[in-house]
């Protein structure tokens, strides 16, 4: 063929128009952008740890040190992570699971506290006796809610946030009417009374706080093997992928549903007991346990037991070692610090740290 008769076949414009110099440039310039926040904030952390570990070495490590201090205040930063983790966990199953906005989870929370308080203080009941009294009927009544209200809407999150406001408001109201404004304890149990002795600088430190970490590990552990390594557990998953495909399979999506907020409802109202026994009950407590089991949700991820431990971890040794460790004249703004641990996760992951993924 003559040279004459040949055809040049131009360059590609993106092959003419991107040199691999530039190309590589730019997939480093994106690098640095997306590894940026996350640098920011593990040098953030590691600064903390410092000032910390500072604080707590500077007068040794001997008894007049701050070293026995911060083992208390270590064990209770655990034991509120544990409190946490259990008010937090029934919402991870109704509202990272089953997609259901249930803004009436604070007030089963506060509910099952006042239960149980009532049971115990003013008809003698025991205290066991009394959670499990407490719990029952807590989910007895979220089984009622998601019944009568919140089937018929499932997918339609603002109808169903404003269902559950308007319950929740309707609880706070009734609380008040009937347990007072005053806050309320309940007793610990007499096997719990006695302080658990550390064998560290002769520490002693609360039984049933220890109970409450002990509890949250169990229950912990048991939702997991549900929800992983059961045939219902596999049936919730796979409604909550593809409920009609679920539905088409012969699964009765709607029992399950109602089994598992049935569920999430019950450790609403333990975490209620137990934060009763170990804290206090008053009005606004369910606010303040719902935005807090939120703030665990949106740092764990929607639908994972270990995000919502470590959620529930991070918030509870942000607000307590904040409100112990900075200094004197930013300790009223420690509460700043928690807002700002919600910021960090959203930059950096906003699907949270351990979100579910979907399929």
């Not at 699971?97 to 009941?125: E, F, Q």
């Not at 009568?148 to 706070?172: C, E, K, M, P």
């Not at 929800?227 to 495909?245: E, K, L, N, S, W």
């Not at 012969?250 to 399950?256: I, T």
Request: proline share 4%; net charge neutral.
């Amino acid at each position: 063929m003559a040279d004459s008769d040949r055809v040049e076949v131009p360059p590609a414009p993106e092959a003419a128009a991107i040199s691999p110099h530039v190309d590589s440039s730019v997939v480093a310039s994106h690098r640095t952008r997306r590894n940026l926040g996350p640098m920011i904030w593990a040098a953030l952390i590691v600064f903390g740890a410092g000032w910390i570990a500072i604080q707590v070495l500077r007068n040794g490590l001997g008894t007049s040190g701050n070293v026995p201090q911060f083992i208390i205040i270590t064990l209770g930063s655990v034991s509120l992570a544990a409190l946490f983790f259990l008010a937090a966990v029934g919402l991870t199953l109704i509202f990272g699971l089953m997609r259901v906005v249930n803004m009436a989870h604070g007030s089963l929370y506060l509910l099952g506290g006042y239960c149980a308080w009532a049971l115990t203080t003013k008809m003698g009941v025991d205290w066991w006796l009394a959670a499990l009294i407490a719990m029952l009927s807590v989910g007895v009544l979220g089984l009622v809610m998601e019944q009568a209200f919140l089937r018929w809407n499932l997918g339609q999150d603002l109808r169903q946030a404003l269902i559950t406001i308007a319950i929740s408001v309707i609880l706070a109201d009734q609380m008040l009417a009937n347990f007072g404004a005053m806050p309320s304890v309940l007793p610990t149990p007499t096997a719990l009374a006695q302080p658990f002795q550390l064998g560290l600088y002769n520490l002693s430190y609360s039984s049933f706080r220890l109970f409450v970490i002990g509890m949250a590990l169990a229950i912990g552990l048991l939702l997991w093997l549900w929800i992983q390594r059961t045939r219902f557990g596999m049936v919730i998953r796979a409604g909550i992928d593809d409920r009609a495909m679920a539905s088409a399979l012969g699964v009765n999506v709607q029992v399950v549903f109602a089994i598992a907020f049935f569920a999430g409802s019950c450790l609403a109202a333990l975490s209620g007991v137990l934060g009763g026994t170990m804290l206090s009950l008053a009005p606004g407590q369910d606010v303040a346990f719902l935005t807090s089991s939120i703030v665990v949700v949106i740092i764990g991820g929607m639908g994972s037991l270990g995000g919502a431990a470590l959620g529930a971890a991070l918030l509870a040794f942000v607000e307590t070692y904040s409100g112990v460790y900075l200094p004197q004249n930013l300790a009223p703004y420690s509460m700043v610090v928690t807002f700002l641990l919600v910021a960090a996760v959203l930059a950096v992951r906003p699907q949270g740290l351990f979100a579910r993924a979907e399929r």
